[in-house]
């Protein structure tokens, strides 16, 4: 192995909308995870969870069920889904089509939580959007539910995390922020609530200083990196129709026809090298959170995020000096 190599546990990252010229949204099906999957992997994501922005009831049911078929067949890396939205504020939408948004449904916990143990099914919501006791049962259904798209206060916050609530999704990003007399969501996941959160290191969707501070407060054993990233990553092609808009990549970032940010051009071997070069994390920190740190999360610590005897022996290895991942 080069002098300038690392050897690290093969990459994980819960967040990631496409790859490889798909998204997921538009290719519901085993092939199109398998696409995606590929991609990333050329970067150094070894496992990942495909995830679907917010869509109708029919089109997850089909997202589930194409997982469900995708980790039967044995495509490599796919560890479950990531169900961002549909229920989740409209004025903290985003990229998510505001016609795609749904009020829940008691029926909808059954639906949500159908992949059961054949993956990890994670949701992100905006507690303020469902009514109590629906984050409760879908904790107990075996879901993994995160907080994103969000104007919750802190107090809205507390009740979701007495809930069984345990992460919140893409920090800073589409959510309430830290004020003098409101805490917000992000005042919520940089308190002692103990919640992960993912966070995109790209320095466009969260500027370095903000970047540092939660890194601080939240620590690497409980902050993940990930990449939100989009088609365009392991393709040929700089632009992807999103919802019947067209989405291009203008530098580094991915922005809509009026420069709105939709989603990230970032792959996990950047996203190491960024919160290392600039975010204030050690190379073994960075490497932590694109590992140990979300494979913990997702209850994997026995077969996924480190180098031990017993783990998957899934490997990737970080050129310092090149930037670069095999």
Request: hydrophobic share 45%; proline share 5%; glycine share 12%.
């Amino acid at each position: 192995m080069p002098d300038d190599a690392v050897l690290a546990p093969g990459f994980i990252d819960i967040q990631v909308n496409g790859g490889g010229g798909v998204m997921l949204n538009d290719s519901l099906t085993v092939e199109g995870i398998a696409t995606i999957c590929a991609a990333h992997a050329r970067f150094g994501t070894r496992f990942l969870l495909p995830t679907l922005i917010s869509a109708g009831r029919a089109d997850i049911a089909r997202a589930i069920a194409a997982t469900r078929d995708a980790i039967a067949q044995g495509v490599p890396g796919v560890l479950g889904l990531h169900i961002e939205g549909p229920f989740i504020n409209p004025e903290r939408n985003g990229a998510h089509p505001l016609a795609n948004l749904l009020r829940p449904e008691t029926s909808d916990i059954d639906l949500l939580a159908s992949l059961g143990p054949t993956g990890t099914t994670l949701v992100t919501l905006a507690p303020e959007c469902v009514p109590s006791g629906f984050i409760r049962a879908l904790v107990d259904s075996g879901v993994r539910v995160c907080a994103g798209h969000s104007n919750a206060t802190a107090e809205a916050m507390a009740r979701a995390h007495g809930e069984g609530l345990s992460g919140v999704t893409h920090l800073f990003n589409a959510m309430s922020q830290l004020g003098s007399r409101e805490p917000g969501l992000v005042g919520a996941a940089m308190s002692d609530l103990g919640l992960a959160a993912g966070i995109i290191a790209d320095g466009h969707h969260v500027a370095w200083p903000s970047f540092q501070a939660a890194f601080r407060a939240i620590g690497p054993e409980r902050m993940m990196l990930v990449t939100d990233a989009m088609a365009t990553i392991g393709a040929s092609r700089d632009a992807f129709e999103l919802f019947g808009e067209t989405i291009h990549v203008s530098e580094g970032r991915l922005v809509n026809a009026q420069g709105r940010l939709a989603g990230a051009h970032l792959d996990m071997n950047a996203a190491i090298l960024n919160a290392h070069r600039h975010g204030g994390a050690t190379l073994a920190e960075a490497l932590m959170m694109a590992s140990a740190s979300p494979a913990a999360y997702l209850g994997l610590s026995g077969s996924h995020g480190r180098i031990a005897p017993g783990r998957k022996a899934i490997f990737s290895v970080l050129r310092i000096a090149a930037g670069a991942l095999s």
